[in-house]
Each structure stands twice: as C-alpha cells, then as structure tokens.
C-alpha cells in the first residue's frame, strides 16, 4: 500500500466535511463538520510530513488542533449567544440580512 | 515585554524533555527591534485583558481608551522608527527564525493599519451619539436583547469594555498577516484577526438579532474559509516540503514532474484570501456582515482587514507564486473583473446604506485586484495607495453613517437620507466627498487610487480587465451621484432623521477621512512616493 | 504491497502490512462514520461519529510516526474539543435533531454535486501527482531523537514566533467566552433571611403544600388529600394532573365545588390557589 | 480618467518662463493669507465669532498689500523677466502624468490678482456693514475668503490642471455664498441650478485637460502653449469648444447663462463679488489664457465671438424688463461679459481689449451692485424698482457713486466704460468682413440698449415720485459701507483714462497675450467715426429710456406689455427652453432609471440602464442570507478555482 492512500482518506473526508457544511442545518453540527475538514487537513499534514521525511508536517497539525481549540470555543460561544435569543440553532433561522 | 518571557518559559519544558537534546536546541533569535510594533501591540492587549480583571468599573472605558490609542500610537512610531532606523536597515529582511519579513511593503502596510485602526477606535470609543457607558455597544453581550437582565445590566452602567483588547488582539493579527513568511505563520495570524472580529460583530447594541447574525455567518463562513485554506497550505507543504514562501518558490521553479499539486494549493489558498479580502465568488457574507455589525466595527473591518488581506494577498503572491505568473493571471483576471461587475451592479438596487458601502467595497476589492495583476512593483505601489486612500474614505463613510440617526439608532434606509444635504450641509458634504472619492472623481484620493492601478495594470498588459474596470467605476459612480442628488436635491421627510452632534472622537475621525481623501487627492506624490519607495518585496 | 524494511529507522518510510491491515480496516470506518454526520437526524450522534472519526485519524497518526500528534488528536481534540461540543449540544437541549427535509430549493442536489466535483479535482490533484514513483523519506532521521523531541526541536526555533501568537489566540477565545456567555452580577446575592422574609410576605404558600394521598384511600400522586372536613385540597395535587383530568376521585365526605369541576373534566382555569384558598387545608 | 496613450507630440522642455526668486518668491502668500483666514474662521467656530469679520478682511487686505509689493517690483523688472513661476511642489507624478503644483505670476495674473484682491478687499469692508445682523456673519466671511483664495489659485496656476482646481474652488464657494441664506427653498434651488450649470461646464474644462494630456502629454500652459502649433487643427477646436464650454459655464453665456439671474439670491456683496467682478470673468480669463490654442483653431474663435456677441445682446434685452435692481444688474453683468467674450473672441487683437473691460467692468459693476446693496438696505431688503423712486435725496452718497457707475457702464465720455467699450465696438469693426461688420453692429447696438436698461433702472431708482412701501424709512448707508462704494465709484471714473492712457494696458498685457492688432486690422472705420456713433447709439438709447420711464408715471404693479416685453421679463423663456432642452429628457433618463431598478427588466425604457437595473436586481436575489447558500457559492467557487488553475495543465 502506498502512502498516498491517506492522502486520497483526507481529501475524500475533507470533501465529506465540505458537504455537510452545506447540508445540514445546526449550527453545531455545521461547525462541527468544518472540524472534520481541518482534521482531514491535518491527516495530509502528517502523511506529507512522512513523505518528505520532515516534522513540519507534523508541527503544522499541531498548530492547527491549538488553533481550533481556541476556534471552538468562540464558535460555541457565538452559537450559544444566538440560541439564548432565538431558541434556535438552526442556520436557515438566521435569515434577516438579506439581499 | 511580555514576549521575553514567553520565550523563557517556553524554553524551560523543551530543555526538561531531554537533556540530551536540550543543549543542542539552539536559543530562537528573536529581532525584538524589528518586531516592536507587533509587541506593543500585542503587549497593550494583554494588558487590557489585565484592567478588565483589576480595573474599578467606572474607570475601566478611559483606561481601555488610552492603552489602546497608546498601544496604536506607540506601535505606529515604532513603525516610523523601524522605516527610518540606520541600524535596522540592515535587519529589513527575514527575521524572527525565517517565521516574518520585515521589508518595504511590510512597514508601508503596518503603518496603514495602525493608523486605519487609530481613526476607527476613535468611532469605537464614541459615547455620545448613543448615550450611555457602553456607547454603542451591549452593555452585556450574554444577555437576552431586551430582557430584564439586559435592563438591568444597563441600569447597573455595565459596559462591554472587552471591545478594545480585542480590537488590539485583530489588529496584531492584521500587522503579522501581510508579514508572514511562512504560510503557517499567515494561518495564525489570520485567526488572530478574525477571532476577535467574529466576536466583535456581534455585539451591537440595537438590532442585536441582526448583529449576532452577523456573526454566526461570518464566525461559519469565515472557519469554513479557513479550512480550504490550510488544506491549501497542506498541498503546498506536499508539493515542496516546506512552507517557507521563497522555498516554495523555488520548488516552483526547478519543478521536475507534475505541479497539479502545486497549482492546486495555490488555488485553495486564494479561496480563503480572496475571502478575507471579499473578492467574489467569495464575497457573499460581505453584505450582510457589514449591515449587522456595529458601524464602527464594519469600518474597522472594511478598512483595516482589506488592508490587510491585500497585504498578504500581495506578499504570497509575489513572493511564493512569482515565477506562476501564467498560471494565476488568467484565474485572476476572471475574478477582478466578476468581483468589480457584482459590486458595481448590486450596488445599484441597495436600499440600505451599510450594505451599499459593502457592496461597494467588494468593487472596490475588484479594483484594487486590477492593480495585483500587474505584477510588478508599479502595480505594488498602486495598490500600498490605494489601500491607504480606500481605508480612510470607507472610515469617513461609516462614521457619517453612525451620526445619522432617528429614535430607534442608525437610520441606515438610503430613503431617510433624501434631504440629508438640507439639513446637515457638513455632514452631507463629507459623505458625498467620500462617495465621490469611491467614484474616482479627479481632486479626490479615489482617482489617483484608481489611476495608479490602472495605469499600472495597463502597462502589465492587461486591458481588457481595465477596460471592464473603468466600466465598473462608470456604473458605481451613477448610484454615488445618484446618492448625492438625493441628499442634496430632494426635499427631506419631515419625520426623517437628525445628524446627532458626536463628541470629539468622531468629529475627529470625520475629518480626518475628509482631509486625507482631499489631500491626497490633490497632492498625492509624497505618498506615492512612499509606497514607490515601499514597493519591493524581499523574498 | 511494499515488504517491510529491516532497518528499524526506515521503519517509517514504507508502510508495512499491518499498517495497510489497519488502514483498510480503519479508513472505512473513518469515512462511514463522516458520511454518517451527514445523514444522522440527532446532533449528538453527529457528535459521537465525529469522535469516532478523530480517534481513527488518531491511530493513523500514530502509525505515520507520530506519536505526539497521536496522543495530543484524543487527549486534545476528543477528549477536550469534543466535550465542549457534546456540553454546548446538552446546554441546547440534547434531545434536539434536525429534520432531514431540505427547504432550500436545489441545495442538497447542488450541494452534493458540487462537493462530489470538488473531491474529483483534488483526489485527481493528488492521483495525479504521481505519489508512486516518490520516494517516501520517511521520519526515522527526523525522529532520530525522539518523536517529542524533533517536534520541540523546531517549535522553539523555527516556529517560535506562531508559538508565541498562538497565545493571543488562547487569550482572544478565553476572552470571548467570557464576553459572550459570563453574565456579571449587578445586584448583590440575596441572603436567606432575606428570601424567606420575602417569601412570607408575598402572596405565594410559604410552607410545604400538603402531599397527596393524606388520610385518602390511596396514597398515589393523582389521589387528593383530604383535609379535617373532609373536602379534598387541590393544593395536594400535581397542577399537570389537574389539567389533565387525571385526578382520582376520593368519595370525600363533602363534595366541594373544585371537586364537581374536576369531575366535569374541565380544568380550573387558575390552577395555582390564590390568596383566598389560602386556609383551606 | 486619462490614459496614457502615447502622447503625439512630445512637449517642448520650457525656457521661457523665469524660476521665481527674490521678491517673486512671495506669490505663495497671496494665497496663504486668505486661506488661513478661511481655515481660522471654519475651524474656530463660534469661538472667532468677535472679530472674524475683522480677520476675514485683514487677511484679503493683506494678499492685497502683497499683491501690490509684487506688482511694484514686476513693473521694475524688464520685460521679458516679469513672468515668473513658483514650484511649490510636485502633485502628481504617476507614469507619463506629471502636474506640479505651480504658481505662475505674469502680466496677465498680476492684473486679475489686483482687481480680485483690490475689489475683494473693498468687499470685505463693505460686507462688515451690510452683514452686521446675521447671526453668521463669521462663516460668511471665511466663505469670501475661501472664494479669494480659489480665485486666485484659478488665475495663478501654471497648469490647467491647477486651474481645475480653483475652477472648482470657486465653483464650491460660489455655491456656499449663494445658498447662504439656503434655509429659504428659492435660495437653495438656486444654488442648485448655478451648480448644475457649473457642473456642465466643468465637464467641458476636464474633457480639454484630458484631451491636452492626450495630444501633448503635458497640461502645463507653457508646454501645451509651445506645442499646440504642432498638433492637428481638429485637436485644437476640439479643445478650444470644450474651454468655451467651461468658460460658458462659469461666465453665464449661451447657452448655461441661466444660472447666474438667480444667483442673486446670495447676499449682495456676494453679487458684487462673485456674480459680477470676478468669478464670471474667469471664462475670459481661461479664453485669454488660452490664446495660443485659439489662435490656431479659427472656428473655435469664431464661435467664441458669436457666444458673445449674441449673450451680449440676450442679456441686454432682459435687463430692458427686470424690475429686480439685482436682476437687472445681473442681466447687465451677463451682457457685458458678452463684450468681453467676443473682444475675446477676435484673437490677439481683442486679448488685451477683452481684459480691459474686464478690470473696468469689475470696478462699475462692484459700485453698482453695493450701491443697490445699500438701497435694499435702506428699502428693508426690497428689491423691486417699481418700490423704489426719488432716493436721491434720501440718499445722496449712494445717489451719486452709483450715477457715476452708471456712466461708467453706458460709456459716458472719459469715464472707465466709454474707453474699454469704445475699444471693443472698435476691435469688432475692425475685423472686416462681414464677421466684423456683424459684430461691430451688434456690439453697437448692444450699447443702446445698455444705455436704455440702465438709465431706466436710475431714473426708476433715483428719480422720479416716490413709490415706497408704507414702512420703507430710507436712509444713508453707515460709512463702512458708503467708503467702498465712494473707492470703487473713483475706479469707475478714472481707472479706464488711466489704463487707455498711451494704450498702457496694452503694453503691460503684450507679453503675454500678443500684439494691439491695429496694425493688422482692416481699416473699414475710422476710430473717431465708431466712437462718435457709439455716443450718439447710446445717447439715444438713453434719451428713449429717459422719456418712457421719468417723463411718464411708472406703475407700482407691473403692466401687462407687450409680447416682447412678457419674454424679456421671463428671461426670455431660457428657463423654459432649458427645461425643454436638458432637463426633461435628463428627468425622463433619471426616472426611467429609478423605474429600472424597481421593477427590474420590466421597465425596458432605456435599453442599457434598465438592462444593468435589472440585473442588478436579480443578482441581488442570490444574496438569499441563507448561511448555507453562501457555502455553495463558496464551495462552487473553490471548485471554479481550481479547476481553472489545473485546467492548464489537462
């Protein structure tokens, strides 16, 4: 088996990710999904860092779970904002600006 | 200040890992000269989030006030230092371990930031035009609009003071973002200016269901953005194992094989610049971003990120992407002359002022693309002024737009400003001045803007997109005469709203938008000069 | 299939069969329980397949030589990450689950085609790229010193400036929660004598309210107490049972007003007792 | 916006204009003191309410004193070292665009900062007077020292471009002064259609900056003068149309006169200033200046004496039925400037003629409009002749220095009018041809009917019963006013003997604007000859006036009259036509715009603009605010990325 094949996992899981974001409706599970794009992110991180026989890889992947950490946390904070005032996760039920 | 220490103490767990590979860590060299505004910027937030802890709550707005124009002014003469030092001269290069460049174009657009975000924390800082201690801002964020809690909050003089640590916070993002030299240090820096911006949004005083909106669509848009960038940055670092921007260069150009790789994360990576720089197809949360948002922080945004995201924009491209000219101009021309089309033509219908000013400023991102196509260092110096003459202007439009006001806040329907020009002569004059200058009509910034880029991009051999440009700026500058004429030469409504008197804060950033948009549209050359000076990139 | 190199620091730079083993068993899992976030009604579960997705992700972390990242993926992201979001799904009400019905016109077939383009392009990019004929260099040199060791080595020398931003970062989130979710106390706390001084001086029962079933056949909760006179206290009784008509009879001695409504099965239309039935128990 | 396109010829490198140095190095001042006055009293605030009356007019009086230091040490130099250009600094440098920001003060600047400065000064004074009640009287002052500052900018620039600027300067000003008092709808609407009209011919001014960048790549006179004889004649009349079209503008000549009637709304000194002495004139000071380009496009300079000549007849005949005094003046100013267009319209020969006329004109025409200031405030801001009546008793100060404007104005013998106008019928005749014949005949006519529309206006004023209102108490004017008035009065006297006096003025202007042409001229009659006719054309004008307006009792309610007289008094239809001509299809284009956009592509009444209203409005539909659609958009455009990136590879 060759390395690539985690390469083509994180691309197809980013992709997944990408979809949801489009597909569903709570805001949660939206961030949540854009959480599984940047892990697949990070899957290519590591595998390319592996292919290129340097920790760079490795060092950005780690960034990025201290940058969603902190990401997260403003996200849910945000999300909880709006819920506290609308009852409401659901992004379509955000729709006064428009046009 | 604050950073030495980080630096001490994070070399303390790395030394107790091993000790075999703790001597042979070598200590980080850290330019702290070269990098000073950065870190008085950083260390006057941090020490914001500090007065919120310990300052008494009736001080805490003057206190926050002061540290943050302080922070801004210091880090501003910092820059002038840095751009003026003999001693420093020689460090204009790569420094901070290869992570920043400190070049021309760096210093001109961290001078541009600093004093864009200067003028905008004047309007952030105004208490007068909606009275009380939190000016414009919720009293308290965490509660409900309009219940007994937020009453009571308000009741109480609660006043959101976190704003102004956070729009420090953005703004050492903004001044680190375009002087990135390596993509991962880029990815920081940009969710260290959109954080605090997210939250920043939302926390409008009236309307704040429109506000908070806003930020759930910027926050889920904005870390949708994100993530296509990195995985950009992911191919990047697969195609050349590195993402230092000059060694991705050079892989690019003693390429040997296949650059499907290459061309694709250069792809991804634009998606999530031309986002922050609200280029279109990514443009869509513009609008509606800038409407909910609290005026200030729209003006704050739509000066200092544009600003910003160019920047970087410029830099990765310049630099990282040089030698792949052929390959993104076309790309690029399609997307300047799309983003100019939907932002001239949509502004046409709008009916609201803060999304035409955002509508206009995705034309003005087109514009402002026109002179990145360029490729060169004249179409570099067109967009350093373009983006400092745009940021003024679109900070004087916004702070007209916080002082027109009925009962219920901001009156932002473009029908309440007929006959704005009758009553408030001043005021109505400063903004038809901005909105000429968006037009690019001659003896204002806006047609030197317009003609350095374009000039500029002619001799890049790209007319046709000039020529689709000056089209668009025909057809933005019918709807801003059209809004003169209404301001100007209809009769007002007699419930229509008044231009509330603001303090000195905003009177100070209106005319300071007014003067710079004039002057530089009259003698423009020392600051073209500037960023001619400014325009080269170190790679 | 690529055999295993003997050299146990190039150990890295081909995968072994077991690790192909473990990726074809893994990576279904992994993209099944992604396709499952799209499909599953309930955010929870959403939630769990996503935790699912990490760990998997984890493991091939660990099987790329890297161990830190490995563990840091659960400790940080399943276990810290995914909690926060398993505690904001119970603050909105756990039970709480999308219909799966789209109402955006065209969104979900375009949605779908679009993402489904996209894949092509980038796992075609990445066909393309001709991973085959390179070399994997593998991280046995760069781990040479250790894993933990090689990742230090270069946070604190190349990376040390996004180090250092990065905790403006933490200190933007931290603030941030804290801005959006603290709410200050502008009023001081009550102290027990003052809320039940108030309690006693409002209108409201000060005591405890009479348990069903007292001196009644049953002691269950639909069945009233009966007071000394022998008419049943509505005070007793769940005010959900009242207005569901659920109320035992009890045959009490006297038959009372309240009693014949509840009968009738319609609901007293206050059901909280006001001041003036305040003495009837 | 311009672009660089090679330019077709490349501008000679300038020697003929010496680097200011010594004295000269103080022309910045001129300006410097008006617009720091302005700047004190804009930014001040109520703060400089005391004594900005004051610092207004010390601040013009003291460019005035520059202004003279200067011209002493000009007239001390020789000839060819009395032009001279200050480099103040360099505006724009972007590629082959290059504009400095320059000071040029030569013959021709030196007369026009004199009269702006000297006039501008006595209105000063004046207007410390006439504006003692308003409330703003501070922010009226810092807006006549803002107009000083612009004016004087317009007639220093070096370069068309800098003119631009106090071309607009002025045009800015101008709009401020008449909206003045804009809380009153008539007034507004009146500044209004002065900035339309201006607008128009700006339009013009920047269309010939453009096409002189095009043609020369440069937009300085020096270089643009030194090369325009190389460029096409097409070219040239082109340009020469479009400065006529902006000195149309700014001068209220035909065809966008109609502004400057209703732009007496301002406050009178404002008219004096502004609507009479000096802003008007800049289109003759911009033709002037531009000699070298008309003398090379005939056509042009022809159509710049018939815009003259026939503005100089349109405006005397509706000054025959104003019964406004400042409408009547303002239709004489239109008229006058008329003379001036077409002196300046007959090439060399008229330049220094035209410019002549100017500085008188500015003189008689100030006195005449502060002396209807002071009538108005002594009638309580009554404006209608048929009120007035018999003010020479009441007012003998007044009486008698807006007599002596009057016959400055007619071309009474030995006064400023007789010499500058006589000269200009001259010039006309002198012509030959049938254009001269044409010309000369009109200009002389237009003479006859000056003199019947003035000396009505003086007997309906100054003679005759009185027709006062109940509550009209007239009285002389304090002198902060009444010294002015005397000042300009003994200009309106003298200057014209002095200036003509061995054709001086000629002399001085040479220079710069080229030869007397009497030389040149075909002799078809002899100077005595015009100028006896001219008298005996403006003595029965005079005469004519004199029996229908002092011999016979002027109605106070206006008759009826006849149809001629109902078109004059309507300014005969230019309202109208203009509404006809211009505005309705522009409203018609601004409707059906406005009807575009709200009903999208419906409303097809105007193909382009409907068709971007329309899609417009569709587009703006895709913005749905559904965070979701916006993901598509950007997931769909992150594929278009890509896909378009790799597309080059495949």
Known sequence: ?99 | MTVAAVVSAASVPAASVSAAAADSIPAPHIEYGVLSPLFVVFGAAVLGVLVEAFAPRAARWAVQVGLTVLGLVGAFVAVVLVASSDDWKGARAVVAEGAVTVDGPTLFLQGTILLLAFVAVLLLAERRLDPGPSGAFAAQASTVPGSPGEREATRAGAAQTEVFPLTLFAVGGMLLFPAANDLLVAFVALEVLSLPLYLLCGLARRRRLLSQEAAMKYFLLGAFSSAFFLYGIALLYGYAGSIRLSEIADAATQAQGSDVLLLSGVGLVTVGLLFKAGAAPFHAWTPDVYQGAPTAVTAFMAACTKVAAFGALLRIYYVAFGGLKWEWRPLMWGVAILTMLVGAVISLTQQDVKRMLAYSSIAHAGFVLVGVLAADDAGLRGVLFYLLAYGFATIGAFAVVTMVRDPAGEATHLSQWAGLGRRSPLVAGAFAIFLLSFAGIPLTSGFMSKYAVFSAALDGGASPVVVVAVLASVVAAFFYVRVIVLMFFSEPAADGPTVAVPSILTTVALALGVTVTLVLGVIPQPVLDLAGDAAAFVR | MTPAVSDPLLAAAHTSTTEAFGFWVLAPIAVLAALGMLFVRKAVHSALLLATTMIVLAVFYLAQSGPFLGIVQIVVYTGAVMMLFLFVLMLVGVDSSDSLVETLRGQRLTGLLLALGFGVLVVGALGRSAFDDVTVVGLGTANADGNVEGIARLLFTDYVLAFEVTSALLITAALGAMVLAHRERHTPRKSQRELSEERFRSDEHPGPLPPPGVYARHNAVDFPALLPDGSTSDLSVSRVLVARGDVQDVQPAVETTEQRSIEAGEAPEDVRPGPTQGGRY | MSFPYAPVLAAAEPASVAQASGTADLTWLLLAFPIAGAAVLLLGGRRTDRFGHLLGTLASAASFVVALVLWLDMAGRDVEERATIQKLWTAIDVGRFHVDIALQLDQLSMAFVLLITGVGTLIHIYSIGYMAHDPDRRRFFAYLNLFVAAMLLLVLGSDYFVVYIGWEGVGLASYLLIGFWGRNPAYATAAKKAFVANRVGDVGMSLAIILMFTTFGATDFVRVHAAAAGAGEGTLTAIGLLLLLAACGKSAQLPLQSWLGDAMAGPTPVSALIHAATMVTAGVYLIVRSGPIFDLAPTAQLVVAIVGAATLVFGAVIGLAKDDIKKALAASTMSQIGYMVLAAGLGPAGYAVAIFHLLTHGFFKAGLFLGAGSVMHAMNDTTDMRRFGGLRTAMPVTFVTFGLGYLAIIGFPLLSGFWSKDKIIETAFHEGGVEGWTLGVVALLGAGITAFYMTRVMVMTFFGPRRWAEDAHPHEAPAVMTAPMVLLALGSVFLGGILAYGGMLQDWLEPVVGGHGEEEGVTTLSPIVVTLLTLLVVAGGAAAAYLQYGRREVPVVAPVGSPATIAARNDLYQDAFNEAVLMRPGQYLTRSLVYADNRGVDGAVNGLAALIGGTSGRLRRLQTGFVRSYALSMLGGAALVVGALLLVRI
Do not use: P, W
Request: with cysteine; hydrophobic share 60%.
């Open chain 1, 1 to 99: 088996m060759g390395v690539q094949n985690y390469l083509y996992l994180s691309a197809i899981l980013f992709t997944i990710g990408a979809a949801g974001v489009l597909l569903r409706r709570n805001a949660i599970v939206v961030f949540m999904c854009v959480e599984l794009m940047l892990n697949a992110t990070n899957l290519a991180f590591v595998t390319f860092a592996r292919i290129h026989g340097n920790l760079d890889g490795q060092i950005i992947a780690f960034f990025v779970m201290v940058v969603a950490a902190a990401e997260v946390v403003v996200g849910l904070a945000i999300i909880v904002t709006i819920f506290r005032t609308r009852r409401s996760t659901s992004v379509d039920d955000a729709n006064l600006l428009k046009y």
